[in-house]
């Protein structure tokens, strides 16, 4: 059974920085991709990051390039997500997902129709 778990939303100010973790459990030491979603209130859940933990290229939204990464920590087991300069557009509630990735090598296209596996989401307020 695979398990998401995302920690570490807040409210910072504009300009400030915030990291963001997920802990994906259940694949029992198979490569596997994260993503990172995230949903603006009142619109849908869009594509912020994709990461397959086998390595390959790392997938960032046009909008958030320059600004946030996105790792694997592997003391901790955790994928994060670290934002910088964050914006009041960046505010949205966020969401960790998982996909066993495509013949385990690759990650899907980065859409939230595609992720099978999801945490509950970490709230991110900016204030401007």
């Known amino acids: 059974q695979v398990q998401v778990e995302e920690s570490g939303g807040g409210s910072v100010q504009a300009g400030e920085s915030l990291k963001l973790s997920c802990r994906v459990s259940g694949y029992n030491g198979d490569f596997y991709c994260a993503g990172w979603f995230r949903q603006p209130p009142g619109k849908g859940r869009e594509a912020v990051t994709a990461?397959?933990?086998?390595?390959?290229?790392?997938y960032y939204a046009d909008s958030v390039k320059g600004r946030f990464t996105v790792s694997q920590d592997p003391v901790r087991n955790t994928i994060d997500l670290q934002m910088n300069d964050l914006k009041p557009e960046d505010a949205a509630m966020y969401y960790c997902?998982?996909?066993?990735?495509?013949?385990?090598?690759?990650?899907?296209?980065?859409?939230?129709?595609?992720?099978?596996?999801w945490g509950q989401g970490t709230l991110v307020t900016v204030c401007s």
């Open positions: 997902a998982s996909h066993p990735g495509i013949h385990g090598r690759y990650c899907p296209t980065p859409s939230p129709f595609e992720y099978k596996y």
């Open positions: 990461i397959f933990t086998g390595g390959g290229t790392t």
